[in-house]
C-alpha cells in the first residue's frame, strides 16, 4: 500500500502558465502508472529509490529508462507512458502538472521534451533547490492560488537552471509571435462579442491555422481559450463586486445570461451565483480568520 498527498488546483485560470495538480507518493513495491496519456504537462522528481519509466517517443518507438533519486521524468500531452517502482527498493517521488502559453517553450528551453522525457541534474545543489520547491507547493496546499503559481514559475526557473541538457533562451518562434498577438486582442476586446474569425483577421492569419498554433500551442482552440479567459474575468468580478450577474455577463461579452450561466457551469462545474456565495472575498476573508483562530 502507498503513502499519498494528492492536491487539485483551483479553477482560476492563468495564462503563460498554470497548475493542474500536484502531489506526493512513497509508493509500494511494484507500484505502476499507466499505459495512459496526459492532457498537460506532468513532470516528476524521484526523493528517493528506484522505479522505470516506459515512454513512447514522437516516432512511437518505446524506450525503458531506469531512474534513481534526484532524477526526474517528463510526461508531455499525448504522451503514452508507464511507470513503475522496484521491487525491491521502490521510489518515493513528488510530481507537478502544469501547462499554459509559454510552458512548451520553458520546457524546450530546460532541454526536456517528447523525445528527452529524462531530468538530470547539472550541480547537486540546484537539484536539492528544485526538489525544496516541489515540496514547498505539496506542503504549503492551502496556501492562495497566487501563491502557488508564484512557486510554480519558481520550479520552472530551477527546473531549466539545474537541468543538464537546459539551452540558452532564444528568441521566441514566429507562431508564438502569433498567439501574443492573439491573446493581446482577447484581452483587450473580450468583453465584446468577438469570434474566431475577428482574432485572425487581426492576426492575418486564416482561421486553421490559428486553431493549429494554438492546439499546438496551448492544447485548446481558440474559442476554448476565449471562453476561458472570459470565464476568469467573470469570475474575479463575482469573486471582488457587488455586480448583478446580469451585468457581469454583458461585461464578458454574454448579452443573454442564460448563455453565460451555461458557459460558466461547463469550466466551473456550478452556477455564477453558487460560485459566488462559495468564494466572496468576504466570505473567504472570514473563513480564513476563524481558522487563524482556532490555531492561536
Known amino acids: 500500500m502507498s503513502d499519498l498527498i494528492f492536491n487539485i488546483f483551483p479553477n482560476e485560470r492563468y495564462i503563460d ?15 505502476s502508472y499507466g499505459p495512459a496519456a496526459r492532457n498537460h504537462y506532468l513532470f516528476h522528481f524521484i526523493l528517493s529509490g528506484k522505479g522505470t519509466l516506459l515512454s513512447t517517443d514522437s516516432q512511437g518507438v518505446t524506450h525503458a529508462y531506469q ?4 532524477q526526474g521524468f517528463l510526461i508531455c ?4 507512458n508507464t511507470y513503475h517502482a522496484d521491487e525491491t527498493d521502490p521510489w518515493e517521488y513528488a510530481w507537478i502538472e502544469f501547462d499554459g502559453i509559454r510552458a512548451k517553450e520553458f520546457i524546450e528551453t530546460a532541454g526536456l521534451g517528447f523525445d528527452e522525457p529524462i531530468y538530470r541534474y547539472n550541480r547537486k545543489e540546484l537539484a536539492a533547490r528544485l526538489r525544496d520547491e516541489i515540496m514547498s507547493l ?15 514559475y519558481l520550479f520552472v526557473d530551477l527546473l531549466i537552471q539545474s537541468s ?16 501574443r498577438e492573439a ?3 482577447i484581452e483587450q476586446n473580450y468583453s465584446h462579442t468577438i469570434t474566431v474569425e475577428d482574432i485572425a483577421a487581426f492576426c492575418n492569419l486564416n482561421r486553421s491555422y490559428l486553431g493549429k498554433i494554438f492546439r499546438d500551442s496551448l492544447n485548446q482552440t481558440p474559442q476554448q481559450f476565449l471562453i476561458y479567459y472570459r470565464m476568469n474575468r467573470a469570475a474575479e468580478l463575482l469573486k471582488f463586486s457587488e455586480m448583478p450577474i446580469n451585468e457581469i455577463s454583458r461585461m464578458v461579452g454574454y448579452p443573454n ?29 472570514n ?3 476563524k481558522n487563524s483562530d482556532k490555531k492561536e
Open 67 to 70: 531512474l534513481r533519486r534526484n
Open 164 to 179: 543538464a541538457n537546459h539551452k540558452e533562451i532564444t528568441v521566441g518562434k514566429l507562431k508564438d509571435f502569433y498567439i
Open 138 to 152: 505539496v506542503q504549503n496546499q492551502k496556501n492562495t492560488s497566487l501563491y502557488q503559481i508564484g512557486h510554480l
Open 17 to 31: 502558465m498554470t497548475l493542474y495538480q500536484y502531489g506526493w507518493e512513497r509508493c509500494a513495491p511494484l507500484h
Open 257 to 285: 445570461q442564460l448563455h453565460f450561466s451555461r458557459a460558466f457551469r461547463n469550466v466551473f462545474g456550478i452556477s455564477p451565483s453558487s460560485w459566488r456565495k462559495e468564494n466572496k472575498f468576504s466570505k473567504v476573508l
Open 287 to 289: 473563513r480564513e480568520q
Open 183 to 185: 491573446v493581446s486582442f
Open 77 to 80: 500531452p499525448g504522451q503514452i
